[in-house]
């Protein structure tokens, strides 16, 4: 696929996973994934698995994201993760704003962004999480609510560090699902996305930012998905914890 941005792939592997499963999902992915150049591919384990796969990837293309971490950094925040302990396992990315989080443990824009700005003073790539209900859909604010969650999430950043951060629209109705946008329905948003990132820092950082889809996506979905003119990647969730339609997915996106 000729894109104008080069695609970007994630394993969200959400909880799942021990250290052996991990270890065995990860080999299976180096094996199938060798030879591809074209596409940046990122898992994402659990944070217990990511000593062990970020040894098992060393030698691989493969790329190393986190699912979270604690926005204050290393000291009395029990039960937190620091960016600082992410980076000794060469992590690259962390994904934030996910709907699951924002559902369970309520995290808003205002802490996403803050998170966002730590995470690239440590030099990890966001995944910023963004993306509507079935309600707010069906009530004709899908635009409004995601421009929102956009504006608040990135809120701070620099233009620099807005063309490193990655977004990832996620309809919350295809999540887990089985229920995808249409390709159209999905280039929409994104380029509505596109659009909002022009109008906060100008046409050439816009321009740059990559823009994931997630929500359902599969090996049968994905060409169709990734073939769109603004959506540079897949943020995928069921179809990461399996060698096949993980790897199957980013083949059908070269
Ligand atoms: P799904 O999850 O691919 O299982 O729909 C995507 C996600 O939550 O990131």
Redesign the pocket.
Known sequence: MDKERKLIIAG?W?CNKTVAEALDLVTGLKRELAAVKEVDVVVCPPFTALESVSRAILDSNIRLGAQNFGENGYGAFTGEIAAGMLKEFSVGYVILG???RRQYQKENDALIAKKAAAAHAANLVPIV?VGETLLEREAGITNQVVETQVRGSLAGLSPEQVERTVL?Y?PVW????GKTATSAQAQEVHAFIRGVLTALHGEAVAKRVRIQY????KANNARELLGQPDIDGA??????LEVRSFADIIKNSI
């Open positions: 969200n959400k996910h709907s699951e999480c990832a996620e295809a999540i887990g699902t997630g929500g359902s996506v943020l995928v969730g069921g179809a990461a």
